[in-house]
């Protein structure tokens, strides 16, 4: 039995009432965190917060360039300018708790350019497993040699480097998305991940890891951290706490638990109260980046003429011109 479909006008209020509580919320999160980085910014010079900030918005942008490759592979390539729209727009949804807002944001906002739901949804997930992939394998090649006397906190990361491997693979990416869709009760998908598009998404996603990795790097030299262990440890302590995030699926955009495993892991050049300003500083460039990413995305989606409503206009005058089929 098919499933209903909404109105246009139905679709037009979720869609804004979801906006609304997002916005409500991403308002309340960068508010939030204000007041715990006021005074430790000034600890940072303008040049340092002005590269970790290129840093950032760097990784943002990386992380959709692999969402886009990916979605390119199994049969939607789409302009920049949309894949901006789609992505940005919808990635403010994981501040919302729960990791399924920002994929069901992205799916419906997908619709808008004839990208079915079934390939968002199968795009988003699959980019999240790659993700988490790419970062515990930067994991596992940075932190046991980065602090040997605290490798015995990260073998964990070592021992499921097979399972990430098999995990990847096309085939098992394929039956993972076919059983996920049936769950969700969606068609299954019509295109399957080839090996060049899961390698392209990885591609991506370790070049998106290794700009935040640079950025903490930055910010933990800004904070007098010293000596050849400060990058390893900031590249492997950044993936690893972005890779807990990921997975306190509950906890909207991995606040706090992400905070916690860097300060953890920068603790043998950093003490508990520099290592704090790092990953809270970390945390307010990321905020805003969403958020600016977001602005950028919707406006030079106008400007472009991709939004799907200048589309529908550009499309109304071709559809008067249309043959007519006789009934």
Known sequence: MKRPHLSQRQRLLARLAFFVVIGVVFAIALHGRW???????????????????LFGLGNIFLSMMAWRSMLGDIGSNLPVPVAMRIFFIGQLGKYLPGSVWSVVAQADLGRDYQVPPRRTVAVSVVAMGVALASALMIAAFTLPFAAPGQAVHYVWVLAILPVLVVGLMPSSVDRLTHLLLKVLRREPPDHEFSWQGVLRGLGWYTASWLAIGLQIYIL???????????????????????????????????????EAVLVAVLSPVLSTGPA????????????????????????????????????????????EHAPRVAP
Do not use: C, N, Y
């Open 35 to 53: 007041d715990q980085v006021r005074d430790s910014v000034e600890k940072l010079s303008i040049i340092d917060l002005v590269l970790a900030a």
């Open 220 to 258: 933990a030299v800004g904070v007098h951290a010293h000596g050849a262990r400060v990058l390893p440890l900031a590249i492997g302590g950044s993936v690893l706490a972005f890779a807990a995030g990921f997975l306190a699926i509950f906890v909207p955009a991995g606040a706090v638990v992400r």
């Open 276 to 319: 704090l300003v790092v990953a809270v500083v970390s945390r307010l460039i990321a905020t805003v980046g969403d958020g600016l990413w977001a602005a950028v995305a919707a406006g030079l989606a106008r400007h472009r003429g991709v939004h799907p409503m200048a589309a529908r206009k550009r499309a109304l005058p071709e559809a």
